[in-house]
């Protein structure tokens, strides 16, 4: 049975070419990054995958006004395996969305156009996301094309809204469909990794974005004592949760390559548009990534001893607002999905896979805040986001061999 499959998947090449070709010329960009959203290209995989025998399609869109048709579409494909769903699937996500192509000159040709070359197919969302997608198709239609069943029912979850963090994707699904999944579910997420192979996630650090606003009064520049500069006390603050939070959390962690939490201050709004002006509101953000051992609850708790501290000391009000909010335990590495994913990188590849955490965020983490297993790999060139991003072909079949064996043993 391995054989057949394995022979079936390098006979598709052309088909992966050619629907690495289709995806890539219909950009599924967030509208927060100035795109219409997933549906034209949804619309065409759903077609795609009917034409070639994988019929069990569900939709789950999500309202979005903001999107072409006002909605943001999220796909489910079922095949059928020897076991009841109740006794839990394999399921294998990927998503639909990409981001913008960037700084166009950073691109040899149109990155809405695939060029093939030397075994590299360049597009923007070539490699991210839809290796992992792409590669999930070839593994399910080699069960089907050969009239066989994996052990367990597979599901294919074509997702939206990945790259701007998920509330229109799987985010969505687990507020309004949560019964579509159960705890003896196991899920595969093509999404990051390394050349090797050998890497797979099994642990993020809990993500944390805030926004914090400080509001003073706006002075002349040549009398900062009438006023409250909301511009210092906002620099003050940023320093102080840098500072106090990376002392107060600083327990490292040998799974992630960075051990430990993360709290960096990053985006910053405009104040008053003169030199001579104290400004009265200050806006910057934050981004923390912080190990799995401490709750985001503990950090919030610390950063409102550290607001109140700098409020008082620069006479201004501070609030802020949660911009992002993100936390999920590890998956243990002796969790089967995890055993029989290392055993079919090791058949495929001829690397020891290894269990590693991340500092990024993935959509692994809505599901093991359920209790489902869930690993996070792929075999990639490391192209993601930037000009001339590339797929290698072997990558796209050497991964849907090993998710086709990751469902003929998990």
């Not at 069990?56 to 076991?83: C, M, S, V, W």
């Not at 200050?282 to 919030?300: G, H, N």
């Not at 993601?384 to 797929?391: F, I, R, S």
């Amino acid at each position: 049975m391995k054989e057949k499959i394995f022979t079936w998947i390098d006979g598709a090449l052309p088909a992966a070419v050619e629907l690495e070709k289709e995806l890539t010329k219909r950009p599924a960009i967030s509208p927060d990054s100035g795109g219409e959203g997933e549906l034209e290209k949804c619309l065409f995989l759903e077609e795609w995958l009917k034409a070639h025998g994988i019929n069990q399609l569900e939709r789950y869109d999500a309202p979005d006004n903001r999107a072409k048709g006002g909605i943001r579409p999220n796909l489910i494909a079922t095949i059928n395996g020897k076991t009841n769903e109740t006794e839990g699937c394999l399921w294998i996500i990927s998503h639909l969305d990409v981001v913008p192509p960037g700084d166009l000159s950073l691109w040899t040709n149109d990155p809405w156009t695939v060029t093939e070359k030397d075994g590299r197919l360049i597009g923007r969302g070539t490699e991210d996301n839809q290796q992992g997608l792409i590669s999930s198709i070839l593994a399910a239609l080699a069960f089907i094309k050969q009239n066989l069943l994996p052990d367990r029912t597979i599901k294919l979850f074509f997702a939206a809204d990945e790259e701007t963090g998920s509330a229109f994707g799987i985010g969505w699904l687990m507020e309004n469909y949560i019964k579509l999944f159960n705890q003896n579910d196991m899920a595969l997420i093509p999404d990051s990794g390394a050349s090797t192979g050998e890497t797979v996630e099994i642990a993020e650090k809990n993500l944390l974005w805030i926004r914090f606003t400080t509001k003073g009064g706006q002075a002349h520049g040549s009398r900062p004592d009438t006023g409250a500069n909301a511009f210092l006390a906002g620099a003050d603050l940023a320093l102080n949760l840098h500072e106090k939070l990376s002392e107060k959390f600083n327990k490292h962690d040998s799974l992630f390559d960075l051990e430990y939490s993360t709290f960096e201050p990053t985006k910053k709004e405009a104040n008053v548009p003169n030199i001579n002006t104290i400004p009265g509101e200050d806006v910057f953000y934050m981004d923390m990534r912080i190990l799995p051992c401490y709750t985001i609850k503990s950090v919030l708790e610390e950063i409102d001893k550290i607001i109140e501290e700098t409020a008082a000391k620069h006479k201004v009000s501070i609030e802020y607002k949660i911009i992002q909010s993100n936390e999920s335990p590890a998956t243990s590495e002796q969790a089967p999905l995890i055993k029989s994913l290392s055993t079919a990188i090791g058949e495929i590849y001829g690397v020891k896979a290894r269990p590693v955490g991340i500092s990024g965020g993935t959509v692994a983490a809505y599901l093991r805040r359920t209790g489902i297993d869930c690993a996070v790999w792929a075999k990639i060139a490391g192209s993601a986001h930037q000009g001339d991003e590339y797929v290698l072909t072997d990558n796209i079949l050497g991964d849907a061999k090993v998710m086709a064996l990751l469902a003929l043993t998990c």
